[in-house]
């Protein structure tokens, strides 16, 4: 669980707010008469639905007398309140989320009410998992956790402990507490950006040599992406300037497409007059090839050595300019320790942070969902642990805000 950057207690951001439990089915469900009486007495006002696989292990009826009110089953209804639901809701949780649900919802499925909610929210959505560890470390199962993220959605790593099957490892739900103590996280964290112009720089740049050959990286952009959804997630206007990705565009983001560090250039600096925050994760290459042909070079043609060209710095532009209100973080992806590379680019571009990596370690690299990363000020280094990308960008925002707030 990450730390919460607003000042009150992240558990008194329930009184009054509006939950929807989503109960799947996963033997996990049987902890949630705990879980919906946690948030009810944080404050919450709480719906919950059930899909069908959820009733073979809770039943309706003893949801409904703790909630106060009948659980919400797609099938019972004359009217169909998904989208009622959707729009009252400030935050969907699904807890239990079992590996069935997980891919019906990767899929963008809406058979019964809970996916056709998701589909339809604007909301925040917390998923938590709960199945059997063989089952969660399953390489589909594990393609629908990175769908399910990539789409905005917070996918919650379950718990260690002992499992149904009596074995013990990775898959059990969190205790209620814990998901109450979370749900608080988001909600006070949700609109303490409301309004704030937030510009992110995501992906590879590339740099042709001829229409089909280029000079590029191994970035996807997930970092980026990660981070411009987050920013939305609270409130912020986002505009992200991507290079090219295979990434499907956050919730609620702007997203202008650019192929060049020259293009990404032109494209931030329009975005930046109206940006307060500036998070610079794309890997723009350093150099361009100071001649491009206008068709295939073929291989009898080709030339052994290629005259290149320095790329602009766009993060020490923006950041030499004016300033003062902005909070502007850079990142340095090393191949190896990572500080003193950082500290120069804070010193030297004048950044506010810098989030720095080696992508040599396993999982903190590219291509994957996780990261291990610093995130490097003047007078602090602070080390996260090995964390979804998504969580990474959550921590780095809770940073941003503090920083905003004292200038």
């Known amino acids: 669980m990450s730390d919460c950057s607003a000042d009150e207690d992240p558990r008194a951001a329930l009184a009054g707010a509006k939950l929807l439990l989503g109960i799947t089915g996963s033997i996990a469900a049987v902890k949630a008469p705990g879980i919906l009486t946690s948030l009810l007495r944080g404050g919450a006002q709480v719906e919950v639905t059930l899909t069908r696989g959820a009733t073979r292990f809770v039943t309706a009826t003893g949801l409904a007398a703790l909630a106060g009110r009948p659980v919400r089953r797609f099938w019972e209804e004359g009217a169909s309140p998904h989208l009622e639901l959707a729009k009252w809701a400030d935050l969907v949780l699904v807890a239990p989320a079992s590996a069935d649900f997980m891919g019906k919802a990767a899929s963008g499925l809406g058979d019964e009410l809970l996916g056709s909610i998701l589909l339809a929210t604007r909301s925040p959505v917390l998923f938590f998992p709960a199945m059997e560890t063989l089952i969660y470390q399953h390489r589909l199962v594990q393609d629908n956790v ?3 993220r990539e789409t905005g959605y917070r996918v919650f790593e379950p718990a260690r402990g002992r499992l149904a099957s009596g074995e013990e490892g990775l898959g059990r739900l969190p205790e209620p507490g814990e998901i109450t103590a979370i749900a608080g996280e988001v909600l006070a964290r949700r609109r303490d950006l409301a309004g704030v112009g937030v510009l ?3 992906g ?3 740099e042709h040599l001829d229409p089909v050959r280029f000079i590029s990286s191994p970035a996807t952009g997930k970092m980026g992406y ?6 939305a997630g609270r ?5 992200l300037v991507s290079g090219p990705t295979l990434l ?4 609620g983001v702007e997203v202008r497409r650019v192929t060049s560090a020259v293009q990404m250039r032109q494209a931030m600096g329009a975005a930046w007059p109206e940006a ?12 361009r090839p100071a001649q491009v042909a206008g068709h295939k070079i073929k291989k009898k043609d080709a030339a052994l050595t290629v005259s290149l060209l320095p790329n602009p710095d766009i993060l020490a532009e923006l950041a030499g300019t004016d300033r003062s209100a902005r909070v502007v973080v850079g990142f340095a992806a090393e191949t190896g320790p990572a500080e003193a590379e950082a500290r120069r680019k804070l010193r030297e571009k004048g950044l506010d942070l810098v989030v720095a990596n080696d992508v040599t370690e396993p999982g903190a690299g590219f291509e994957v ?16 642990p090995m964390l979804p990308k998504a969580e990474v960008a959550e921590l780095v925002l809770d940073r941003v805000v503090a920083l905003l707030r004292a200038k």
């Open 200 to 202: 992110v720089g995501a």
């Open 226 to 231: 990660a981070l411009a959804a987050a920013a």
């Open 146 to 148: 990175r769908r399910l």
């Open 235 to 239: 409130g912020a206007k986002v505009v």
């Open 248 to 251: 499907e565009p956050p919730k």
């Open 369 to 384: 969902d996780t990261n291990r990363v610093s995130i490097i000020s003047v007078d602090r280094r602070e080390d996260l």
């Open 276 to 287: 307060r925050v500036v998070l610079m994760a794309a890997a723009v290459a350093d150099f």
């Open 204 to 206: 590879p740049t590339r």
